[in-house]
Each structure stands twice: as structure tokens, then as C-alpha cells.
């Protein structure tokens, strides 16, 4: 569902397609504001304002113990890719049915991947029961973060669409989802830096289709790494992706597969290496690791890390080698 400040309206309207009467709230201290303002016409059966990113295994828990204990019979997730990665793991255990309401561009709300983290290991899966049954995109509610998040979160989902041609189930549907959704994305991002109007919607349309390949093709290489530097190391999520991004498309690249040449197209450049660093030239993106919190010292980790949850079909061969110059490159 979307429409410009409809998101009241279209939550309470999924809330009843569902037959739902008391929807555990799951937000954050940052959206609990707008997340009450949505909800004010329903009778809640509970709120959570805590959720983190990365989901740790304890708020998992106390999450469905919250669920339970309060009857609830459906979930409205109102945030970005935490919120509803805490919702979906407890749709995982529940099977309640989640409204999602994103206020970033993540993209986890048009996907069936779940994700905890547990001992520093971000474990990830995908499941049906976590898709939620109705997403309401609101370009209001993305109008008001602050344009350096708005800029790292649509990289993340433009990360999605470099990602999927060479993802494990990559073929030519999710790989047109990929390619269409990184045009709406490089054209958001510009009309974001310059201010214009329409960047936002855009951009949710972008990261829709972003996550809709995503979501098909499955995680190649550069969600492997991202999920390992966020899970272990705790880096922030969108701008690890942003960060990493060009590093694993020029690693790739240099394996001249006809994947990577159409993103080249995307771009209106020879290479798609070239399109990306003068997108990310335009728009101030972030560049370094190290702004993140992460240090040389944790590269060797990282390595051992990455090739043990690496897919085996990677374009380029993947090598403790290249992946601590990738690293070091990013840091």
C-alpha cells in the first residue's frame, strides 16, 4: 500500500484485511512518535521501543515472550530494517502475520529472510511465515531522516540490486527487478543531494524492487561479508553496505561476467565500477571502515569468517587473499 501520508489509514485498513484486533507494536525510541501517531486507532496489545539492529538473540527472546504473554494476534513493525527483523523473529516462532511500515529504505520488509544474532554470529534464513502480509510505504515518513542515514540506507538497498545477478538463484526476473530498481535508486539518490521532491518516492520504489530481488535471487558475496562485519563486529548496518559496495562490485568485475556489464548499462558508463564511484562521488557517500569502528586487527577474523559462510558460486574466486585486500581497500 502506498500513498503520501496514508500510512495511518492503510495500517488501520491492513490491520482489518487480517481480521486482526491486538497487534503487538514493535518500534524504536527514534520512530516511537510517528509509531503511535499510525496506531492510534488500534487497541494494542503490547509495544516494544527497543529494537537494535543486528537482532541479538536475548531481544528475540523477550520479544516472543512479550507476544505471548499479551495475546497478541498480529505485529506492526514501524522503523527500519531492525524493527521489522526483531517482528519477523517472532512471526518465525508465532507464525503471527506482520504489517510493516518502513521509515528506511532497508528493504527487509518485501523479504522472507530473518536474521539473529547469537555469540557474535549473525545467523540468517528464509521463511514464508516472516514475510509480512502488508507493507504500507509512506514517502512522509522517510522525508524526515537525516540525509547522510537516508543516503548509507539507499545504498544498502542499491547493494541489494549489485548484489543478485550473481547471487545463487539469480535469473532473468529477479535480475530485471535488480537492474530497474538500481535506475530508481541512482535517480533518487540524485534528486536526495539535490533536494528535489519526488527522491523519496523514488526511492521506496527503488528499494522495493531492490528487495524483491534480493529476496528471489538470494545473498551473493556482499551480503555475506556485510552480514560477518555486522554481526561480529557490530558495524552499523546501511553503511557497512554503502562502505563495502564498490569493493565487491570491482572484485567482481574483474571476472567479466555479462552480469556485471548490464549494471554498467544502469549507469550510462563503460564500466559499472566507474558509474557507481561518480554516483558516489555526487552524493558524499560514506568510504571507509574505519569511520565504523572497524580496525586492521580484525581483518583475519573477518577473512576466516567470510569464506566460511561465502556461496560457492561466486563470479570471481574467493580467497583469504582477496578478501583481506578487499578489506583492507575498505578500510
Known amino acids: 500500500m502506498f500513498g503520501a501520508g496514508q500510512a495511518r489509514a492503510h495500517t488501520t485498513a491492513a490491520l482489518a484485511d487480517l481480521s486482526a484486533r491486538c497487534p503487538l507494536l514493535i518500534t524504536t525510541q527514534r520512530g516511537l512518535a510517528a509509531a503511535r501517531t499510525i496506531t492510534q486507532d488500534?487497541?494494542?496489545a503490547a509495544l516494544i521501543d527497543d529494537a537494535v539492529m543486528h537482532v541479538p538473540r536475548d531481544h528475540a527472546d523477550k520479544a516472543r515472550s512479550l507476544a505471548a504473554e499479551s495475546n497478541a494476534d498480529?505485529?506492526?513493525?514501524?522503523?527500519?530494517?531492525?524493527?521489522?527483523?526483531?517482528?519477523?523473529t517472532v512471526a518465525l516462532?508465532?507464525?503471527?502475520?506482520?504489517?510493516?511500515?518502513?521509515?528506511?529504505?532497508?528493504?527487509?520488509e518485501a523479504t522472507a529472510v530473518w536474521g539473529i544474532t547469537d555469540k557474535r554470529t549473525k545467523n540468517t534464513g528464509t521463511d514464508l511465515r516472516v514475510l509480512p502480509k502488508a507493507v504500507v510505504y509512506d514517502p512522509e515518513l522517510v522525508a524526515t531522516l537525516p540525509r547522510e542515514l537516508a543516503?548509507?540506507?539507499?545504498?544498502?538497498?542499491?547493494?541489494h540490486c549489485i548484489d543478485s545477478p550473481w547471487a545463487p538463484r539469480a535469473d532473468p526476473i529477479n535480475r530485471a527487478h535488480a537492474l530497474e530498481g538500481a535506475r530508481l535508486l541512482r535517480?533518487?539518490?540524485d534528486l536526495l543531494h539535490d533536494n528535489e521532491t519526488h527522491a523519496e518516492e523514488q526511492l521506496l520504489a527503488g528499494c522495493y524492487l531492490a528487495a524483491l530481488s534480493f529476496s528471489s535471487a538470494g545473498s551473493g558475496i556482499h551480503h555475506k561479508i556485510c552480514h560477518v562485519l555486522g554481526g561480529t563486529f557490530s558495524l552499523p548496518h546501511a553503511q557497512t553496505h554503502a562502505v563495502v559496495l564498490p569493493h565487491v562490485l570491482a572484485l567482481n568485475e574483474s571476472a567479466g561476467a555479462p552480469a556485471v556489464a548490464?549494471?554498467?548499462?544502469?549507469?550510462?558508463?563503460?564500466?559499472?565500477?566507474?558509474?557507481?564511484?561518480?554516483?558516489?562521488?555526487?552524493?558524499?557517500?560514506?568510504?571507509h571502515l574505519s569511520d565504523l569502528g572497524f580496525s586492521h586487527n580484525d581483518i583475519p577474523e573477518a577473512c576466516q569468517r567470510?569464506?566460511?559462510?561465502?556461496?560457492?558460486?561466486n563470479l570471481a574466486e574467493l580467497t583469504e587473499d582477496n578478501l583481506a585486500e578487499l578489506l583492507h581497500n575498505a578500510l
Open 187 to 189: 535517480d533518487g539518490l
Open 306 to 313: 567470510i569464506l566460511s559462510a561465502a556461496p560457492p558460486n
Open 74 to 88: 498480529s505485529i506492526i513493525s514501524v522503523g527500519g530494517g531492525s524493527t521489522v527483523g526483531l517482528a519477523k
Open 262 to 287: 548490464r549494471l554498467a548499462e544502469v549507469f550510462q558508463t563503460d564500466t559499472a565500477s566507474a558509474g557507481l564511484a561518480d554516483l558516489y562521488s555526487r552524493i558524499e557517500a560514506p568510504r
Open 42 to 44: 488500534l487497541a494494542l
Open 93 to 108: 516462532t508465532t507464525g503471527l502475520p506482520i504489517v510493516a511500515v518502513p521509515t528506511t529504505y532497508a528493504g527487509s
Open 151 to 159: 543516503t548509507a540506507s539507499a545504498l544498502n538497498a542499491l547493494a
